[in-house]
């Protein structure tokens, strides 16, 4: 397992998360010794979901407009349509992650989450994949999609869907246990 011990990963959700894609990523950057933020829209709780069925509540550590990208060395952004289509839409969190990406922040992206990177116009040259059904979006804003469980571009991991978290996990590790390296070596 990656050091990942002195990383500090917002992760960005709010209602409508797929609960599985949150919960079991955070698990893994926690053991490795990151410290994880849950940041939303709204304070609070937020409710994930399994697909179509609320299932958890989970907790928001902060909200979005008190949030400073300079304060995390990476982003992990979780899907679920509902939480997607609702992110795209709020101009604290495209600000975010156009700003995490102007400093070269890593980003890990699941299942529909790039739709809020597509509104942020992020993900132009990029490769990337994602749940099946937003390959066409991804595509018209520019980035070439591929039907893998992970796609790794330069400080960005990319995963279609709730299966495909053990090989994200592992490609996510990988990306900030090196970018880990070059900040303690500088």
């Excluded at 070269?104 to 990337?128: N, Q, T, Y």
């Excluded at 994602?130 to 520019?142: F, H, K, M, P, V």
């Amino acid at each position: 397992m990656p050091d990942l011990k002195g990383i500090r990963i917002a992760i960005l959700a709010t209602d409508g998360v797929e609960q599985a894609e949150l919960a079991e990523p955070r698990k893994f950057l926690d053991q490795n010794g990151a410290k994880t933020t849950l940041i939303s829209p709204k304070s609070g709780q937020i409710q994930a979901m399994k697909h179509d069925e609320k299932v958890e509540m989970f907790k928001v550590d902060m909200p979005i407009g008190q949030a400073d990208p300079e304060q995390f060395d990476a982003v992990l952004l979780p899907g679920g349509a509902l939480n997607a289509d609702f992110l795209r839409m709020d101009d604290d969190a495209r600000s975010f992650v156009q700003e995490m990406d102007e400093d070269e922040k890593a980003f890990g992206v699941i299942c529909h989450a790039p739709w809020l990177l597509i509104s942020a116009d992020l993900v132009e040259g990029r490769h990337m994949t994602s749940y099946y059904t937003i390959q066409d979006d991804l595509r018209n804003a520019g980035a070439e999609w591929e039907d893998q469980e992970t796609v790794r571009d330069g400080n960005w991991v990319s995963s279609r869907q709730p299966a495909d978290i053990p090989a994200f996990n592992e490609a996510f590790g990988e990306v900030l246990y090196e970018a880990n390296r070059r900040r303690k070596a500088a």
